[in-house]
Protein backbone atom coordinates (compact mmCIF):
# COMPACT_ATOMS: atom_id res chain seq x y z
CA UNK A 1 0.00 0.00 0.00
CA UNK A 2 3.14 2.25 0.78
CA UNK A 3 4.87 1.34 -2.59
CA UNK A 4 1.26 2.67 -4.39
CA UNK A 5 1.21 6.34 -2.23
CA UNK A 6 4.74 6.84 -3.45
CA UNK A 7 3.99 6.59 -7.01
CA UNK A 8 2.08 9.60 -7.15
CA UNK A 9 5.01 11.69 -5.37
CA UNK A 10 7.47 10.56 -7.64
CA UNK A 11 5.48 11.37 -10.82
CA UNK A 12 4.61 14.69 -8.82
CA UNK A 13 8.53 15.36 -8.68
CA UNK A 14 9.07 14.47 -12.27
CA UNK A 15 6.72 16.84 -13.98
CA UNK A 16 8.61 20.28 -14.56
CA UNK A 17 7.23 23.79 -12.97
CA UNK A 18 5.29 25.79 -15.65
CA UNK A 19 6.59 28.59 -17.28
CA UNK A 20 5.57 31.83 -16.63
CA UNK A 21 3.31 33.34 -19.27
CA UNK A 22 4.90 36.71 -21.10
CA UNK A 23 3.56 40.50 -20.88
CA UNK A 24 2.15 41.38 -23.98
CA UNK A 25 2.50 45.03 -23.73
CA UNK A 26 2.95 47.87 -26.62
CA UNK A 27 2.20 51.89 -27.80
CA UNK A 28 0.07 53.38 -30.64
CA UNK A 29 0.77 56.81 -31.39
CA UNK A 30 -0.42 58.55 -34.19
CA UNK A 31 -0.09 62.25 -34.89
CA UNK A 32 -1.22 65.09 -37.44
CA UNK A 33 1.19 67.90 -37.90
CA UNK A 34 1.26 70.87 -40.58
CA UNK A 35 4.77 71.23 -41.12
CA UNK A 36 6.11 74.60 -43.09
CA UNK A 37 10.10 74.25 -43.75
CA UNK A 38 12.35 76.31 -45.69
CA UNK A 39 15.84 76.12 -47.14
CA UNK A 40 16.95 79.58 -47.80
CA UNK A 41 20.56 80.24 -49.93
CA UNK A 42 20.96 76.86 -51.13
CA UNK A 43 24.67 75.92 -52.40
CA UNK A 44 24.92 75.07 -56.08
CA UNK A 45 26.75 72.59 -55.25
CA UNK A 46 23.92 70.54 -52.35
CA UNK A 47 22.37 68.11 -54.18
CA UNK A 48 18.64 69.00 -52.32
CA UNK A 49 15.39 67.98 -54.10
CA UNK A 50 12.99 69.83 -51.40
CA UNK A 51 14.24 73.60 -51.01
CA UNK A 52 10.64 73.79 -49.13
CA UNK A 53 7.77 72.41 -48.27
CA UNK A 54 4.21 73.31 -46.43
CA UNK A 55 2.00 69.94 -46.31
CA UNK A 56 0.24 68.36 -43.59
CA UNK A 57 1.51 65.65 -42.16
CA UNK A 58 0.40 61.99 -40.59
CA UNK A 59 3.33 60.03 -38.04
CA UNK A 60 3.65 57.47 -36.32
CA UNK A 61 6.35 58.00 -33.12
CA UNK A 62 7.87 55.09 -31.25
CA UNK A 63 4.43 52.67 -31.67
CA UNK A 64 5.71 49.56 -30.60
CA UNK A 65 4.98 45.80 -29.73
CA UNK A 66 6.75 43.72 -27.53
CA UNK A 67 6.91 40.51 -25.20
CA UNK A 68 8.82 40.80 -21.98
CA UNK A 69 8.97 38.60 -19.01
CA UNK A 70 10.99 36.28 -16.23
CA UNK A 71 11.22 33.15 -14.45
CA UNK A 72 13.20 31.78 -11.92
CA UNK A 73 15.39 29.60 -12.44
CA UNK A 74 16.46 29.02 -8.49
CA UNK A 75 15.50 30.63 -5.08
CA UNK A 76 17.51 34.27 -6.05
CA UNK A 77 17.76 33.87 -10.22
CA UNK A 78 15.86 34.86 -12.60
CA UNK A 79 16.17 34.36 -16.69
CA UNK A 80 14.69 37.99 -18.08
CA UNK A 81 14.09 38.82 -21.51
CA UNK A 82 12.12 41.14 -24.01
CA UNK A 83 11.55 41.30 -27.63
CA UNK A 84 9.70 45.19 -28.63
CA UNK A 85 9.60 46.21 -32.41
CA UNK A 86 8.78 49.16 -33.69
CA UNK A 87 5.64 49.50 -35.89
CA UNK A 88 4.91 52.65 -38.36
CA UNK A 89 1.45 52.75 -37.96
CA UNK A 90 1.06 55.38 -40.59
CA UNK A 91 2.65 52.86 -43.06
CA UNK A 92 6.25 54.31 -43.75
CA UNK A 93 8.83 52.12 -43.95
CA UNK A 94 7.26 49.37 -45.80
CA UNK A 95 5.53 48.41 -43.04
CA UNK A 96 8.00 46.28 -41.42
CA UNK A 97 9.21 45.61 -37.90
CA UNK A 98 12.00 47.74 -36.67
CA UNK A 99 14.22 45.97 -33.44
CA UNK A 100 13.83 47.90 -30.64
CA UNK A 101 15.63 46.62 -26.91
CA UNK A 102 15.56 42.50 -27.62
CA UNK A 103 17.54 40.86 -25.17
CA UNK A 104 18.12 37.49 -23.14
CA UNK A 105 19.78 38.05 -19.57
CA UNK A 106 19.97 37.19 -15.61
CA UNK A 107 18.92 39.39 -12.32
CA UNK A 108 20.20 38.63 -9.48
CA UNK A 109 18.87 40.60 -6.48
CA UNK A 110 22.35 41.50 -4.98
CA UNK A 111 24.81 41.45 -7.98
CA UNK A 112 21.86 43.40 -9.93
CA UNK A 113 20.60 42.39 -13.81
CA UNK A 114 22.72 41.41 -17.07
CA UNK A 115 21.30 41.88 -20.60
CA UNK A 116 22.84 41.02 -23.70
CA UNK A 117 21.70 41.45 -26.70
CA UNK A 118 20.20 44.86 -28.32
CA UNK A 119 19.78 47.13 -25.85
CA UNK A 120 19.66 50.77 -25.08
CA UNK A 121 22.76 53.03 -24.76
CA UNK A 122 23.52 54.55 -21.23
CA UNK A 123 22.66 57.83 -22.47
CA UNK A 124 18.93 56.61 -22.63
CA UNK A 125 18.84 56.35 -18.44
CA UNK A 126 18.77 60.45 -18.76
CA UNK A 127 16.01 62.00 -20.38
CA UNK A 128 14.18 63.02 -17.64
CA UNK A 129 14.40 66.72 -18.52
CA UNK A 130 13.22 66.14 -21.85
CA UNK A 131 9.71 66.61 -22.98
CA UNK A 132 9.25 67.18 -26.33
CA UNK A 133 6.96 64.40 -28.04
CA UNK A 134 5.69 63.21 -31.25
CA UNK A 135 6.64 65.72 -34.23
CA UNK A 136 9.59 67.34 -31.67
CA UNK A 137 10.59 64.58 -30.28
CA UNK A 138 13.73 64.56 -32.72
CA UNK A 139 17.00 64.65 -30.34
CA UNK A 140 19.80 63.05 -32.44
CA UNK A 141 18.48 64.50 -35.80
CA UNK A 142 21.12 65.24 -37.41
CA UNK A 143 21.00 65.31 -41.15
CA UNK A 144 18.80 66.45 -43.89
CA UNK A 145 16.45 63.39 -44.91
CA UNK A 146 17.48 60.64 -47.25
CA UNK A 147 16.06 62.62 -50.28
CA UNK A 148 17.20 65.71 -48.90
CA UNK A 149 14.41 67.15 -48.11
CA UNK A 150 14.49 69.96 -45.08
CA UNK A 151 14.58 68.46 -41.49
CA UNK A 152 14.53 69.81 -37.92
CA UNK A 153 17.76 69.36 -36.72
CA UNK A 154 19.27 68.43 -33.33
CA UNK A 155 22.50 67.03 -31.36
CA UNK A 156 23.59 63.64 -31.09
CA UNK A 157 21.59 61.36 -29.33
CA UNK A 158 22.85 57.67 -29.06
CA UNK A 159 20.76 54.31 -30.21
CA UNK A 160 20.38 51.14 -29.39
CA UNK A 161 23.25 49.27 -29.20
CA UNK A 162 23.43 45.86 -31.66
CA UNK A 163 26.21 43.16 -29.67
CA UNK A 164 25.78 44.74 -26.41
CA UNK A 165 25.86 44.20 -23.04
CA UNK A 166 23.83 46.02 -20.18
CA UNK A 167 24.36 45.48 -16.16
CA UNK A 168 22.02 47.51 -14.51
CA UNK A 169 23.72 47.41 -10.73
CA UNK A 170 21.47 47.24 -7.71
CA UNK A 171 20.22 50.46 -6.49
CA UNK A 172 21.99 51.36 -3.35
CA UNK A 173 20.48 55.00 -1.77
CA UNK A 174 18.99 56.26 -4.08
CA UNK A 175 22.32 55.52 -6.52
CA UNK A 176 21.46 53.81 -9.87
CA UNK A 177 24.91 52.52 -11.59
CA UNK A 178 24.54 51.27 -15.65
CA UNK A 179 27.52 50.15 -17.30
CA UNK A 180 27.53 48.95 -21.07
CA UNK A 181 30.33 47.15 -23.34
CA UNK A 182 29.16 46.70 -27.36
CA UNK A 183 31.57 44.63 -29.51
CA UNK A 184 32.43 45.78 -32.90
CA UNK A 185 31.78 42.77 -35.02
CA UNK A 186 32.64 44.46 -38.32
CA UNK A 187 36.83 44.43 -38.54
CA UNK A 188 38.58 47.22 -41.23
CA UNK A 189 41.72 46.43 -43.59
CA UNK A 190 43.68 47.05 -40.29
CA UNK A 191 42.00 44.29 -38.01
CA UNK A 192 41.17 46.57 -36.03
CA UNK A 193 38.18 46.63 -34.06
CA UNK A 194 36.68 49.30 -32.08
CA UNK A 195 34.55 47.98 -28.78
CA UNK A 196 32.51 51.01 -27.47
CA UNK A 197 31.63 51.01 -23.98
CA UNK A 198 29.37 53.84 -21.65
CA UNK A 199 28.36 53.84 -17.94
CA UNK A 200 26.02 55.98 -16.42
CA UNK A 201 25.15 57.08 -12.56
CA UNK A 202 22.13 58.41 -11.77
CA UNK A 203 21.14 59.92 -7.88
CA UNK A 204 17.52 59.86 -7.39
CA UNK A 205 16.55 59.62 -3.23
CA UNK A 206 12.99 60.80 -3.99
CA UNK A 207 13.40 64.49 -2.50
CA UNK A 208 12.67 66.13 -5.37
CA UNK A 209 15.55 66.23 -7.58
CA UNK A 210 17.96 64.35 -9.51
CA UNK A 211 21.52 64.63 -10.97
CA UNK A 212 22.92 62.33 -13.62
CA UNK A 213 25.91 61.22 -15.97
CA UNK A 214 26.91 59.16 -18.49
CA UNK A 215 30.09 58.89 -20.63
CA UNK A 216 30.47 56.39 -23.65
CA UNK A 217 33.37 55.94 -25.93
CA UNK A 218 32.76 54.79 -29.53
CA UNK A 219 29.11 53.78 -28.91
CA UNK A 220 27.16 54.12 -32.12
CA UNK A 221 25.16 57.41 -32.80
CA UNK A 222 21.72 57.82 -34.43
CA UNK A 223 22.36 59.64 -37.90
CA UNK A 224 25.65 59.33 -40.15
CA UNK A 225 26.68 61.61 -42.53
CA UNK A 226 26.84 60.55 -46.29
CA UNK A 227 28.92 63.02 -47.94
CA UNK A 228 27.17 62.41 -50.92
CA UNK A 229 24.50 64.26 -49.57
CA UNK A 230 25.95 67.48 -49.59
CA UNK A 231 27.72 67.50 -53.22
CA UNK A 232 27.59 65.93 -56.09
CA UNK A 233 31.49 64.89 -56.82
CA UNK A 234 31.52 61.49 -57.87
CA UNK A 235 34.94 60.66 -56.11
CA UNK A 236 33.28 62.00 -52.60
CA UNK A 237 32.07 58.81 -50.92
CA UNK A 238 32.08 57.08 -47.69
CA UNK A 239 30.40 57.96 -44.02
CA UNK A 240 32.23 60.72 -41.52
CA UNK A 241 31.84 58.55 -39.07
CA UNK A 242 30.65 59.52 -35.83
CA UNK A 243 33.12 57.11 -33.38
CA UNK A 244 34.79 59.38 -30.86
CA UNK A 245 33.48 60.04 -26.85
CA UNK A 246 30.37 61.83 -25.69
CA UNK A 247 29.01 63.06 -22.37
CA UNK A 248 25.78 64.11 -21.30
CA UNK A 249 24.92 65.43 -17.72
CA UNK A 250 21.04 66.49 -16.15
CA UNK A 251 19.18 67.25 -13.63
CA UNK A 252 15.35 67.72 -12.34
CA UNK A 253 13.61 69.94 -9.47
CA UNK A 254 10.71 69.31 -8.62
CA UNK A 255 10.19 73.43 -7.31
CA UNK A 256 7.14 72.68 -5.81
CA UNK A 257 8.84 70.89 -2.93
CA UNK A 258 11.00 73.57 -2.20
CA UNK A 259 8.94 76.87 -2.72
CA UNK A 260 5.85 77.65 -1.46
CA UNK A 261 3.67 77.19 -4.91
CA UNK A 262 0.33 75.02 -5.45
CA UNK A 263 1.31 73.86 -8.11
CA UNK A 264 3.23 71.05 -8.86
CA UNK A 265 6.35 72.58 -11.47
CA UNK A 266 9.63 70.50 -12.76
CA UNK A 267 12.03 72.61 -14.13
CA UNK A 268 15.38 70.22 -15.84
CA UNK A 269 18.63 70.99 -17.61
CA UNK A 270 20.96 68.77 -20.41
CA UNK A 271 24.41 69.91 -20.91
CA UNK A 272 25.82 67.20 -23.60
CA UNK A 273 29.39 67.88 -25.14
CA UNK A 274 30.19 64.95 -28.07
CA UNK A 275 34.22 64.98 -29.31
CA UNK A 276 34.19 63.24 -32.66
CA UNK A 277 37.03 61.05 -34.61
CA UNK A 278 36.79 62.75 -37.55
CA UNK A 279 40.04 65.39 -38.35
CA UNK A 280 39.08 69.05 -38.22
CA UNK A 281 36.23 68.36 -36.35
CA UNK A 282 35.13 70.62 -33.18
CA UNK A 283 33.45 69.48 -30.24
CA UNK A 284 29.52 69.39 -30.39
CA UNK A 285 27.67 71.38 -27.71
CA UNK A 286 24.31 71.12 -26.68
CA UNK A 287 22.26 72.57 -24.03
CA UNK A 288 18.39 71.65 -23.11
CA UNK A 289 16.45 73.97 -20.63
CA UNK A 290 13.24 72.51 -20.01
CA UNK A 291 9.85 73.30 -17.66
CA UNK A 292 7.01 71.32 -17.41
CA UNK A 293 3.69 72.68 -14.90
CA UNK A 294 0.68 70.71 -13.93
CA UNK A 295 -2.94 72.50 -14.82
CA UNK A 296 -5.35 72.86 -12.09
CA UNK A 297 -9.07 72.56 -12.78
CA UNK A 298 -9.53 70.00 -15.27
CA UNK A 299 -11.35 66.52 -15.21
CA UNK A 300 -8.63 64.40 -15.76
CA UNK A 301 -4.49 65.32 -15.39
CA UNK A 302 -2.75 67.98 -17.53
CA UNK A 303 0.10 69.40 -18.24
CA UNK A 304 1.58 72.05 -20.33
CA UNK A 305 5.64 72.04 -20.60
CA UNK A 306 8.51 74.69 -22.18
CA UNK A 307 12.03 73.34 -24.05
CA UNK A 308 14.45 75.03 -25.60
CA UNK A 309 17.49 73.15 -27.54
CA UNK A 310 20.67 74.80 -28.44
CA UNK A 311 23.47 72.95 -30.38
CA UNK A 312 26.60 74.61 -31.01
CA UNK A 313 28.92 72.79 -33.94
CA UNK A 314 26.45 70.35 -35.10
CA UNK A 315 27.76 67.13 -36.63
CA UNK A 316 31.30 68.70 -34.96
CA UNK A 317 31.36 71.12 -37.75
CA UNK A 318 31.74 74.85 -36.75
CA UNK A 319 29.27 77.36 -37.70
CA UNK A 320 27.19 74.65 -38.06
CA UNK A 321 24.70 75.68 -35.17
CA UNK A 322 20.64 75.00 -34.17
CA UNK A 323 17.86 76.49 -32.13
CA UNK A 324 14.61 74.87 -31.03
CA UNK A 325 11.88 75.62 -28.59
CA UNK A 326 8.50 73.84 -28.54
CA UNK A 327 5.62 74.91 -26.20
CA UNK A 328 3.38 71.69 -25.57
CA UNK A 329 1.11 70.04 -23.70
CA UNK A 330 -0.58 66.91 -22.29
CA UNK A 331 -4.21 65.94 -21.38
CA UNK A 332 -4.53 62.58 -20.01
CA UNK A 333 -8.21 61.03 -21.04
CA UNK A 334 -7.37 57.91 -19.03
CA UNK A 335 -3.94 56.24 -17.36
CA UNK A 336 -3.10 54.82 -20.68
CA UNK A 337 -5.04 56.81 -22.98
CA UNK A 338 -3.03 60.83 -23.52
CA UNK A 339 -3.77 63.25 -26.35
CA UNK A 340 -0.96 65.82 -27.11
CA UNK A 341 -0.48 69.19 -28.53
CA UNK A 342 2.75 71.49 -29.47
CA UNK A 343 3.41 74.28 -31.64
CA UNK A 344 7.57 74.76 -32.30
CA UNK A 345 10.14 76.57 -33.96
CA UNK A 346 13.49 74.81 -35.17
CA UNK A 347 16.34 77.15 -37.26
CA UNK A 348 19.74 76.21 -38.24
CA UNK A 349 22.83 77.45 -40.17
CA UNK A 350 23.85 74.25 -42.45
CA UNK A 351 27.25 73.79 -43.58
CA UNK A 352 29.28 71.40 -45.07
CA UNK A 353 31.02 69.00 -43.67
CA UNK A 354 33.98 68.96 -46.13
CA UNK A 355 34.54 72.43 -45.65
CA UNK A 356 32.68 74.28 -42.64
CA UNK A 357 33.41 77.94 -44.35
CA UNK A 358 30.83 76.40 -47.03
CA UNK A 359 27.16 77.39 -46.20
CA UNK A 360 24.93 74.75 -47.74
CA UNK A 361 21.65 76.49 -46.60
CA UNK A 362 19.56 77.98 -43.50
CA UNK A 363 17.54 76.02 -42.76
CA UNK A 364 14.12 77.26 -40.75
CA UNK A 365 11.36 74.59 -39.89
CA UNK A 366 7.86 75.52 -38.10
CA UNK A 367 5.55 72.92 -36.63
CA UNK A 368 1.82 72.60 -35.37
CA UNK A 369 -0.04 69.79 -33.95
CA UNK A 370 -1.28 66.59 -31.80
CA UNK A 371 -1.51 63.26 -31.59
CA UNK A 372 -3.47 60.74 -29.36
CA UNK A 373 -1.50 58.30 -27.54
CA UNK A 374 -2.86 54.77 -26.33
CA UNK A 375 -0.63 52.50 -23.95
CA UNK A 376 -1.18 48.65 -23.23
Same mark, same amino acid.
Request: hydrophobic content about 35%; charged content about 20%; aromatic content about 10%.
Given at each position: ????????????????????????????????????? &??????????????????????????????????????????????E?????? @??????? +????T????????? %?E?? =????????????????N????????????????????????????????A???????????????????????????? &??????????? &???????????S?????? %???????????????????? %? /?????????????K???????? +?? /???Y???????????K?????????????? =??????????????D???????????Q?????????????I??????????????????????????? =????? @????? =?
Amino acid at each position: MKKLLLIPAVLTMSVPTAQAAPELYGKVFVSADYVSA &KADNINNNYNSKEPSRNLLEVGSHSSRLGFRGSEAITANNDVVYQLEYEVEID @GDDSHTF +TSRDTYLGLKNPAY %GEFR =FGRNSSVFSYLYGPIFNRAYWDNLGKRTLNDNGGVAALNMLDYTRQNNSALWIAPEYNGLELVLQYAADESLDDDDDS &KDGYGAAVKLD &KGTGYTAALAYSKDIEAS %GSINTLDFVTDDNAEGLINY %G /GDAFRSTVTVDLDKYIDISTPL +TL /GAVYQQANYDFAGSDKEKGLIVSGKMALEN =FAHPASVYLQYNKTDNLNGISNNDSNQIVLGGEYELKDNVIAHAYVGQNSADYTSPLDPTNSVADIRV =FAIGG @GLEYL =F
